[in-house]
């Protein structure tokens, strides 16, 4: 605790809040949850300028705040709690910490379930290794959130215009229009997606993709396999 919360504490002031971040939770939506909940005025996490980017090291996890801390506070809360549960996970990779929470925070939005986080992180690492673009929804998403920061990115109302040449989002983030990995991280990733990116599993696959109506992910080894798994589970 801040000397400002401990202070609050011992003279009966307001009352601490409870805010719990989601695994895969990007800045913006963190930014929304405590303003919501009065633990700072909108814009002040997103417009913090402290020492490198935020995005990916907001660590998902339940907090306890004082309505009014100051942003730098709740800031440093988030950091604490992000190096004492990675610092032992990057221990053998310091060099490449912030590409290797990229990786991370794209596979906590890409794998609905644990035991795909890997399988995505290898084909991921294998696309890129092969020069190919990594053709990433979530990152189209992520690429409209950093262009509308004053609103909440609505990835389900995403057209086949975002993705293609003409895409309004068309910056580093939008991994259908730039290869390789996006600039930084396109949200705050658990332990399990770190993991998986510092760990990824080797397959045969090249492809993914997710089934629409029960979350499932399918492979494929190539491209008219994929072409395949999108019409038969699509309808395209």
Do not use: W
């Not at 389900?156 to 990995?181: C, I, K, Q």
Request: with cysteine; hydrophobic share 35%.
């Amino acid at each position: 605790m801040s000397a400002e919360a401990i202070l609050r504490e011992l003279s009966g002031g307001a009352p601490a809040v409870t805010v719990t971040v989601t695994e895969g939770s990007n800045m913006y939506q963190i930014d929304k949850e405590l303003s919501d909940a009065g633990v700072i005025n909108r814009g002040d996490l997103i417009n913090f300028t402290g020492d490198g980017n935020l995005e990916g090291k907001l660590f998902p996890d339940t907090y306890q705040f004082f309505p009014g801390t100051n942003v730098a506070d709740v800031v440093q809360k988030f950091l604490d709690n992000f190096n004492g549960k990675t610092e032992a996970l990057f221990a053998g990779d310091q060099k490449n910490v912030e590409q290797d929470l990229t990786l991370a925070s794209i596979i906590q939005k890409e794998a609905p379930d644990q035991s795909d986080e890997s399988l995505i992180a290898g084909i991921i690492k294998k696309r890129m290794a092969d020069g190919m673009r990594l053709q990433i929804d979530a990152t189209v998403c992520y690429a409209e959130q950093v262009a509308l920061p004053s609103e909440i990115a609505d990835c389900s109302a995403l057209t086949r215009v975002d993705f293609s040449p003409d895409s309004p989002y068309d910056s580093a983030y939008n991994t259908y229009l730039h290869a390789g990995l996006p600039p930084g991280p396109i949200g705050n990733p658990g332990v399990a997606a770190i993991t998986a990116a510092l760990h990824p599993a080797s397959s045969p696959y090249l492809y993914y993709m997710s089934d629409p109506t029960t979350g499932k992910i399918i492979y494929a080894t190539t491209l008219a396999g994929q072409d395949a798994n999108i019409k038969k589970y699509s309808g395209e």
